[in-house]
């Protein structure tokens, strides 16, 4: 067996994808604390029932578990940092205002997600908890937009969705409200894939008003505002249908405001991975990438489950993906220089690093082999001094 072979869909990232990664992810935290944002890094384990406080069985399926040798529990490797984020905002921070948090770390998946080809994300995200109004969500969406900005991903499209409309159309009748969580869980995978004729099986128990407007909830898609007309007319007149039509109404108009070039759609069932979410919800394309890029939303049950209620919206993306599908190149130029003792030779490559420059000296006098920087330059010795001159390779 090859020493050297990981587990399946897991794979190093190698220059210059590292180097660009990385150059995203500074980037990408620098503007949050442009925004207020506040940095924190949860760890990689946390005992299991901590780890999947608020979530759904989604979530539980991705989580690599092992038992704590120390205490005799069982821990879970973190496949989304999400909830960790809430946790610290309800138990550690333990502030009654508005808290904006940040994050970037890595996560890892127990079975490879559908439309990914990778188990290990670096997942980047921003929450914003104690603000329950649409304005939040509004923040938080163009803060995304912002960040596919920063990796020159001008086009987007965003298709939003609303939990509460589910909500509301299951709360009109006692027999809808009383649906079994094991069986929400089936008709949010009905609905996210439009299962027509296993949708009709599901609800044959359930009253016609109910049925009838689950069915609907799959042609629900389109331009919004088309969705949000035929909406209004097909779904239930429950109140929570009717707020979260026109909270999604409010952060279209605002959004359709915002500088960045986005197209705006609305998908009623779309209810992808959203287990935990409670109010807006929204899927970031590009260009080049069948799945999202990244997925948003307000999720204020999590706070809810953690013993303390805080509203709560946000966003995440895989830095890695951002990586693979941003134009920017970050090869750079650098210096060559070759290896001798001489102190002026040494003074002169720390003021050239020091001022920004990068110097790579040779051990050997091979040419230098690097998929991240381009010698370009050369330092020479004219006149009994060190300079940088235009540097000839040979062909």
Known sequence: MNRWLL???????????????????????????SYGYELVAPPLLEFLDSLLTGTGSDLNLQTFKLVDQLSGRTMGLRADITPQVARIDAHLLNRSGVTRLCYAGS???????????AREELQLGAEIYGCPDWKADLEALSLLLCTLELAKLDRVYLDLCHAGVLSGILGTTPEASSIPKEDIEFLYLLLQTKDRPRLIAFTESLPSC?????MNLTELNGSCDEVLSKARMKLPQHPLVIDS????????????????????????????????????????????????????????HVGRAFGRPRPATGFSLDLLTLANLSPISIRKSAIFAPWIDELDLALKISELRNSGEIVIQTLDGSEVMSAEYECSRELVKQDGLWEVRAREVAK
């Not at 127990?110 to 080809?117: L, N, V």
């Not at 500088?259 to 992808?272: C, T």
């Open 7 to 33: 587990p399946e869909d897991f794979s190093d990232v190698l220059p210059a994808k590292a180097r660009k990664v990385e150059s995203l992810r500074q980037a990408a935290l620098s503007l949050y604390q």
């Open 107 to 117: 996560i890892a998946h127990a079975r490879t997600p559908i439309g990914s080809s």
């Open 210 to 214: 109910v049925s009838e407007a689950l």
């Open 245 to 300: 039509l026109s909270q999604l109404e409010h952060l279209i108009k605002a959004a359709s405001k915002l500088p960045q070039s986005v197209e705006l759609s609305i998908d009623l069932a779309d209810l992808r991975g959203y287990q935990y979410h409670s109010g807006i919800m929204f899927s970031a394309y590009v260009e080049g990438l069948p799945q999202p890029i990244a997925r948003g939303g307000r999720y204020d």
